[in-house]
């Protein structure tokens, strides 16, 4: 990516006016960022919902926009941040169906955002040794199955499970509420450095931006939205914790949460979750493999890496046709092979017996055909 479609990408985050959804209708009519800010007044004025007020505020702040945006770039240049925007094919995908994702991402770290599988692990900050237990309990369960771990990097539950994802080896990614050049709370540096190299930290706020209060819901959304599941540990009635999980719900996100001791404060917000059905009872890892269906995922990529070694030179294009149809049905009538794959029968038999010979398949009683290996 070059230095100068960075800058254009930033400067468009820098109209005035100009959000999310406006930007890439701009992008999408006008066909690059940089093409935004040298398109005529008049092809502007084409694009649904752009009036001559809006053509003229990019006109007139585009200078402006452009110059600030120099300064991000060489920020991010001397940072090592990443500047992700929305058509980056580093930008998590997830995030990139939701309507109201941000356009631009700063990125520091190594970490992939479009791991094939990815949780995010959200809750109180008033962590109870129950809470605390059942989190590095979790992220024990989730080592295997190579996850990336979301969180916000917050006291409790977030900290916890960051700490947790670094020590099993697992990738962890930290959103921020602020600037990518500070981190905050900043008794948390020492884990948000480890994650720069295994996972990293991510934000929508430019260099200087402030952790304020507003920014905190919207730094939810990421969380919610570039995971396949917001898994709620703990949290009370009413928190931050129960927003984003309302948010993952709104995206048709899934949402589980840890059920609690019904004494506890912060219990009531999962166990209230779980019992308003907006979020799946998590009691082992086996509840969230069978809700996200890794399992059978798990079962047809095996398939369909066993498939890819049948392809090789090592069989003929008629012994691939038998391979892969056993692939399919598991066993099969010889004479449904023969109508199957078109094969005549009298060629088929001696296909087989080759096979059988090499032991990549054997024959049962009445005919049948299987795999071997």
């Known amino acids: 990516m ?52 809006t053509v003229k505020n990019i006109q007139e702040n585009a ?5 600030e945006a120099e300064v991000i770039v060489k920020k991010a240049a001397e940072q090592n941040v990443q500047l992700l925007f929305y058509t980056s094919p580093h930008y998590p995908d997830r995030l990139k169906q939701i309507a109201d994702a941000p356009v631009l991402l700063y990125f520091r770290g190594n970490g992939n955002l479009n791991q094939r599988r990815i949780i995010s692990i959200v809750g109180t900050r008033q962590i109870s040794s129950y809470g605390q237990a059942v989190t590095e309990r979790i992220i024990e369960e989730l080592t295997p199955y190579n996850v990336l771990i979301v969180s916000g990097l917050a006291y409790g539950v977030d900290v916890v499970a960051h700490r947790a994802a670094l020590q099993a080896g697992l990738p962890t990614i930290g959103v921020m509420a602020n600037g990518p050049d500070n981190i905050y709370p900043a008794v948390h540096r020492k884990y948000a450095e480890r994650m720069l190299t295994q996972g990293g930290i991510l934000t929508e706020n430019s260099f200087g931006t402030k952790p304020d209060a507003p ?77 996200l269906n890794w399992d059978l995922e798990d079962e047809q990529l095996a398939k ?68 071997v290996r």
């Open 304 to 371: 369909k890496q066993k498939l890819i070694a049948y392809t090789s030179e090592d069989f003929t294009e008629e012994e691939l046709k038998i391979l892969q149809l056993l692939q399919q049905s598991k066993e099969e009538l010889m004479d449904n092979l023969s109508w199957k794959t078109q094969i005549p029968v009298s060629q088929l038999a001696s296909l087989l017996l080759g096979l059988e010979f090499r032991g990549v398949i054997r024959q049962l009683p009445g005919k049948k055909f299987v795999l």
């Open 215 to 291: 920014r905190f819901p919207a730094r939810n959304r990421i969380i919610a939205g570039m995971s396949d599941c917001t898994l709620v540990i703990e949290a009370a009635l009413k928190s931050g914790t129960l927003i984003t999980a309302d948010i993952a719900h709104s995206y048709d996100k899934e949402v589980m949460a840890v059920p609690g001791n019904i004494t506890s404060p912060v219990s009531k917000g999962t166990n209230y979750l779980i019992k308003s059905l907006k979020a799946a009872a998590y009691t082992s890892i086996q509840d969230l493999v069978e809700l």
């Open 2 to 53: 070059t230095e100068e479609q960075n800058l254009y990408e930033v400067a468009l985050t820098k109209l005035p006016g100009i959000g999310a959804q406006l930007t890439r209708l701009l992008v999408s009519y006008c066909g690059s960022p940089k093409a935004v800010f040298h398109a005529p007044p008049g092809k502007l004025l084409k694009i649904p919902g752009f009036g001559s007020i």
């Open 63 to 67: 200078k402006a926009a452009l110059r």
